[in-house]
Each structure stands twice: as C-alpha cells, then as structure tokens.
C-alpha cells in the first residue's frame, strides 16, 4: 500500500541553525501539507502546497520557515533559525480529491529538537 | 469558530466496553469530519469519517454518530479491545466550492487505554 514517507525520523539542531525536512508524498497525491505536534499536544496545520505554490499557511509559518517541492517526489519544510519552541513532531501529509475522497494520508514524522 | 473541543482528555475501557468520544464545533461550514488513531511514534492514521449529510457510520467496531443541529460528533468504539489503545483525535474541515485543499483541524485527542 502506498505510504508518505519522512526523513529524517529524529532531528537534533542547535538553536538558530537551519534545518530541512523531508517529505515523500504518495505518487498520485496533489495537495501536500505540513502540520506540527507538540509533545502531548493536538495536531496543529502549518501549510498546504498545491501546483507548487502554497494554498495556506498558518500563523504559525512565518518568515522562517518556507516550503519547497524541488523535483517531483519531494517536499520539503525549511526553517532557517530554529527556536527552542520549534521542537516538536512534524508530519508531512497528502491527498487526492479524486474520486472524492478526502483522506489525508500522514507520514510517520519527524521528531526536531531543538537544543 | 475554528475549534474543534474534544472530549475527554483521557479514557480508560475494560475490555469488551465501549468507549466513546465526543466532539464539538462552531464552524457550520465544516463538512466533512474524521476521526484519526495516532500510536505512540507514529503519525495519525484515517480511521473513519463522515459527512454531515447523514446521521450515522459505522464501520466494523468503529461508529460515528453526528449531530448536526447541535454541532456534535462522536466515536463509538465497540467492544473495545487493548489493540485499540491509542490517541484518537477528531478533526474538520470544509471543502472549498471550487474543491482542493482542505487543511484539518484537530480536537485535543483522547488517550484511550483499554484493560484487559
């Protein structure tokens, strides 16, 4: 069965230095997104990406962190200077809508900590 | 308006129970509202959904009862089993007329322990 896939699976940064997120989506998908989990949290939606621009973002993705679809099997979430509130999951996630479904299909995710 | 309320934080069912899940919103343009099981180290994972065209779904043990006058959903679980220890999160979202994207919003999840 088709799955979205992540690296990496654990991230460690030191604060203020760049990091970029990887993300392969399901191969048919169109829309792609990129949401965070803090530690015992709820899911919370960063961004969503379609025809290589971004659909929406949320308060949350500000100027340090930008999104990327280099070529056509990754996606890509960057944060230029990472903060300490920045740790946390992140799941990329996609979806057709054809055929009408709505799935989002999830990654397993990224665990970034921030030191 | 873009919350979902999740209900309660943590749940604990023996085995055979039923364990149940409730959620509300505010937002009536919402259309479509599933319900994903996150195991620990993993990502959410689609369990089942529903619209609000209809009142009930099931799917095997898994049940959603929606109400749309009163803004409430709910996850039924039957039977429940320690296989279905987990979080379980609610979410929504609204199709756009013109379709594409639709970015979830999740409840607060519910960590659900099931005894043997």
């Known amino acids: 069965e088709p799955e979205v896939t992540q690296t990496p699976s654990h991230q460690v940064t030191q604060m203020g230095q760049e990091v970029i997120l990887r993300c392969v989506p399901i191969?048919?998908?169109?829309?792609f997104y990129w949401y965070r989990q803090i530690l015992g949290q709820k899911v919370e939606f960063l961004v969503s990406?379609?025809?290589?621009?971004?659909?929406?973002k949320s308060e949350i993705f500000d100027d340090q962190f930008s999104v990327e679809r280099p070529d056509g099997s990754n996606f890509t979430l960057k944060i230029r200077s990472t903060k300490l509130e920045d740790s946390a999951m992140y799941f990329c996630?996609?979806?057709?809508?054809?055929?009408?479904?709505?799935?989002?299909?999830f990654g397993p995710g990224t665990r970034l900590t921030v030191l | 308006q873009q919350q979902v309320k999740q209900s309660p934080q943590s749940l604990i069912v023996q085995k055979g129970g039923i364990s149940i899940i409730n959620c509300a919103y505010e937002?009536?343009?919402?259309?479509?509202f599933p319900w994903y099981q996150q195991f620990p180290g993993k990502g959410p994972a689609l369990l089942i959904a529903?619209?609000?065209?209809?009142s009930e779904k099931k799917e095997g043990r898994f049940t959603i009862s929606f109400n749309k006058s009163a803004k409430q959903f709910s996850l039924h679980i039957m039977d429940s089993q320690p296989g279905d220890s987990a979080t379980y999160f609610c979410?929504?979202?609204?199709?756009?007329?013109?379709?594409?994207?639709?970015?979830?919003?999740f409840g607060a999840g519910t960590r659900l322990a099931v005894h043997p």
């Open positions: 937002n009536t343009a919402f259309d479509y």
């Open positions: 191969s048919n998908h169109l829309y």
């Open positions: 990406f379609y025809n290589n621009e971004i659909s929406e």
């Open positions: 529903i619209r609000p065209d209809v």
């Open positions: 996630a996609s979806n057709t809508l054809a055929g009408g479904t709505d799935t989002q299909y």
């Open positions: 979410a929504a979202s609204m199709q756009p007329f013109s379709g594409g994207y639709n970015k979830l919003i």
